[in-house]
Structure formats: C-alpha cells, structure tokens
C-alpha cells in the first residue's frame, strides 16, 4: 500500500492534464528547475497554483524548489497540503503526481527527460530524510520509483525508508523486487537483512547478510548486525568473529562491543563480557542493553548485589521497555522480600509474557509477600503453560493448601 492510501501503478488513474499558464508551460518551468533557474521556475509554479489550486504538479514541485532553497518547513507543509487535498479525492499523492508527471512527459520529450526529473524528486526526498520529515520523504521515493520502476537504487531508497517507518509489509515487496532488478544490490541485501531481523526471520536474514557482507566486507554494521543475527541462532563462534571484525574496523562502535558482550555472556567468559560492556558505557552511557548485560556479568561473577541492583534499575531508566531487566531485578528484590518485586514483575510480564519461568518466579514471590490470590493466578498459569515444571507444581500445591 502507498503511503497515503493506494499505490500507484494498479491501474490508470485519470489524469486531469496539464493547462499551459500564460507564457510558460508547466514543462517549461520544470526545465527552468532542471537547469537550476529556480527563482524562475519558482514564480511559474506560483502562477500556476494561482490560477488552478489544484495544480497538484506546480504545487508539488514548488515544494521541491523551497527545499532546495533552504525553506524546508514552508516545503514540507507545502507537501503535506498537497496531500491532503488529493487524499480528500479518495487518491494518494504518489499515484496522481506520477499519472500526470509521466502523461505530461510522454507528451513532451524533448524539452526535459525523465531522468533528469526523477533527479530532481530524489534529491527533493533526499532532503526531506535528512532533516528528519522520513515519511514525507518516503512519498517522494515512491514518487520516484513509479517514474523509474526498474531502478534498483531507487527501489532501495524506498524500501530503506518503509522499513525506517516501520511499514514491514511494504517495505519487503519493495526491496525484494530492487533484487529482483539487481540481485547483488549491498545496500537492498543489507536493508532486507536487517529488515528480516527484525521480523525475526533470523535464518532469512542470515542468508542475506552472508551475501552482502561478502561484496562489502568492511561495512561496519552489516558485520556488526550479521554477528548478532549469528547470536541470535547461538551460532556463538561465528558470530565472534563478525563482530571482532566490526571491531576492527571501528574501535570505538559502542553497539559492536554491546554484541560481543553478549557473546561473551553465552560463552561465559564473564570477565570478558564485563570488559566489552563497560567500554560501551564509556563511549556511550545511555544504552541500556549495555547495563542489563554488565548487571548480568557482574552477577555471574558474584560482584556486589547493591552494585548489580543499580546497573539493572540504570538499565530501566534509560529504557524501561526492557522485559528482561524488570525481571532480574525482580528476582533480586524477591530475595529480600521487597516489596517492590511485585511490581517489576508485573511490569515484565505486561512488556513480554512468554520469558522463561516468569510466572513461577512471581508466584512465589507473592506468596512469599502474603498475597495468596496473585499468587494462585500466576502459579495456575504457569503450570498450565508448563505442566511439565515440578516446581511450578509444587509451589501451586503450596498456595492452594495455605488458600484452605
């Protein structure tokens, strides 16, 4: 689906033509903008819009021109009233431009080529992503790649972009026709990689990164992200050495040495994935997977409890959508019968539900704190979801002989 609504390039959307403005043709103004005339070009849009507010081309490529001129706010809100007036219609900026772009071209190709147009979009979506307006600038690549539909480059852009925004579905149907147009495309191979990852489609993601990391071996982060997907299939040795490489390449790549921290952890070389953590918080002390693995370090190695207990409340602060941090230091605080267990574990189980005897743990807890109701609805349910864990069942048998 486009970005506003219908994609383009379905069907034939009708085209409402372009009205020459008085002295200058829409196309000739368009190659003003092309040869870089764009004050002229600018007051040519102008007229247009002026004497038809729904010249949706003039309007849209005057936005470009005050992107290009710096003015990228007055561009953006140009864009986006664009957009909600076609969207009014029941149509999709990007159909419509391109429908009548391509119509107008077809008609005069000559003066200005296609090319040289989709040139200009790009560099007017370029812009926009720069400075942040991500969705806006996904209209504009989309634009482009219904100019230029066999473009792998221009299919990467967008899918990089779509996959930015989070729109997975779309993302993926368009980096995988760039690789259908360029199988060995990096940056479609690594997008899709990450992108497949994120899904977690982590044998998919690995058969891409294997194929992009081979064609641009010092890439950081495609090393980086191959290595994590690597630990993600507990592939532990391969996935050192891609992150080692990573880290060759950039010494000072705080998310590299997150990684093999984590590597470390799942080798239990503790003290090296207490090295590994502890430099990523000196280059960079607001990651909080970074606090939750040195916590888990320093807790393997049997450090301070005071001092793991802050690294994991450290890592919650920076994020507090961290399942697994609540959980330790849930854990920790049931030790001591604090009360305020109760309230890391409910926050876990509300941010991810299926963690490895996550109910059990908070069944005990609450029976241990005398809240035997709390206790009984996590401990049923832990034994149901594992009817095989004997200490689920135990504990259960516990509460309900201190419920009678």
């Known amino acids: 689906m486009g970005i ?63 992107a290009g001129n710096g003015k990228l706010e007055e561009a953006v809100q140009g864009l986006r009233d664009v957009s909600a007036r076609i ?21 005069d190709v000559v003066t200005v080529k296609r ?56 993302a993926e149907s368009v980096l995988v026709e760039a690789l259908k147009q360029a199988p060995f495309h990096f940056g479609a191979l690594y997008t899709y990689a990450v992108l497949l990852q994120d899904l977690g489609r982590n044998d998919e993601a690995i058969a891409h990164y294997e194929k992009a990391v081979k064609l641009v071996p010092t890439h950081v982060s495609c090393q980086n992200n191959f290595g994590a997907a690597l630990l993600r299939a507990n592939r ?54 970074a606090y939750y693995g040195l916590a888990s370090a320093e807790q393997a190695l049997g450090g301070d409890p005071r001092t793991i207990r802050e690294l994991y409340q450290k890592a919650i602060e920076v994020n507090p959508s961290i399942a697994e941090a609540h959980y330790a230091l849930a854990n920790l605080l049931a030790a001591d019968n604090d009360p305020q267990a109760l309230t890391h574990y409910a926050n876990a189980l509300q941010l991810n539900s299926s963690l490895p005897n996550l109910r059990r743990d908070y069944g005990y807890a609450c029976l241990q704190q005398g809240k035997r109701d709390e206790a009984l609805e996590q401990l049923k349910l832990a034994v149901m979801l594992n009817p095989e864990d004997a200490d689920a069942r135990d504990l259960l048998a516990r509460a309900q002989g201190a419920q009678s």
Request: charged letters at 25%; proline letters at 3%; a negative charge.
């Open 4 to 66: 506003f609504g219908k994609m383009f390039g379905k069907d034939s959307a009708e085209s409402r033509g372009t009205t020459p403005a008085k002295g200058v043709t829409f196309v000739s103004a368009l190659s003003m903008q092309v040869r870089g005339e764009l004050e002229e070009a600018l007051a040519a849009y102008a007229g247009m819009a002026e004497r038809d507010e729904n010249d949706f081309l003039a309007l849209f490529f005057a936005a470009a021109v005050k």
């Open 87 to 107: 969207a009014e219609t029941g149509e999709s900026i990007s159909r419509v431009i391109v429908v009548e772009l391509s119509n107008v071209l077809a008609d």
């Open 115 to 170: 090319p040289a147009v989709t040139d200009l979009v790009v560099s007017f979506g370029d812009l926009l992503k720069q400075e942040g307006y991500t969705r806006e600038s996904a209209v504009c690549f989309e634009i482009a790649t219904g100019l230029a539909p066999d473009n792998a480059h221009l299919l990467h852009k967008l899918g990089d972009t779509l996959h930015d925004l989070r729109i997975y579905d779309y």
């Open 236 to 289: 532990l040795d391969e996935a050192l050495e891609h992150c080692s490489t990573a880290l060759e390449l950039d010494p000072k790549a705080p998310l590299v040495k997150i990684n093999l921290g984590y590597i470390y952890l799942l080798k239990q070389d503790f003290a090296a994935a207490r090295k590994s953590f502890s430099d990523a918080l000196e280059l960079n002390d607001r990651l909080a997977p």
